[in-house]
């Protein structure tokens, strides 16, 4: 991956974050959606980095909103699992051939795929954080509900971010 590109990654990184912490961090429809776009940031990674690179990236992206949610290590940890789970669900919905093109878009890998990509990710780091965030099972039914809402809005989000970019 050449300058230009980790520029821009770094860039829409920035971008994201802030749109995070200044807008969605705000947004918090009858307590129950916390839309987290921030894993976008994620998502979007080039497919041909390395295992190590994509965990350490995840620990970053995950520890810097830890410390903009006061979360004590949340983001962080679902951060690293949805990067860990990453790589054999790109195996599982991309080709090989899609995987020669680093680029992940719904351009590269089709709607289908990226669909179901980003619902499964985004799916399990919700649901992670909302979990580690209750840490109680008195609370699953809750949690669900959460996860499922701010689910939604966030991969709409994405997938709408994905849309514009494409164009």
């Known amino acids: 991956m050449d300058w230009t590109n980790w520029l821009k990654q770094f860039g829409r990184y ?4 802030l749109l995070q ?26 497919i041909t980095m390395r295992p190590s690179t994509d965990m350490l990236i995840g620990a970053g992206v995950g520890l810097m909103m830890d410390i903009f949610c006061n979360s004590l290590g949340i983001h962080m940890a679902s951060c690293v699992l949805i990067m860990y789970i990453r790589r054999y669900l ?19 890998i089709g709607f289908i795929a990226m669909l179901q990509y980003v619902v499964i990710l985004v799916f ?16 699953f039914g809750f949690v669900l509900l959460e996860t499922f809402v701010s689910s939604t809005l966030t991969v709409l989000v994405i997938l709408g971010y994905n849309a514009l970019r494409n164009k």
């Open 21 to 46: 912490v200044f807008l969605f961090d705000q947004l918090q429809f009858f307590g129950v959606c916390h839309p987290y776009v921030y894993v976008l940031c994620l998502l979007m990674l080039p």
């Open 90 to 108: 790109l195996g599982l919905l991309v080709n090989d051939r899609d995987r020669l093109n680093e680029q992940i878009s719904l351009h590269a």
């Open 14 to 17: 920035v971008v994201v974050m």
């Open 124 to 139: 399990i780091h919700h649901l992670t954080v909302f979990a580690l965030a209750a840490w109680s099972w008195r609370h």
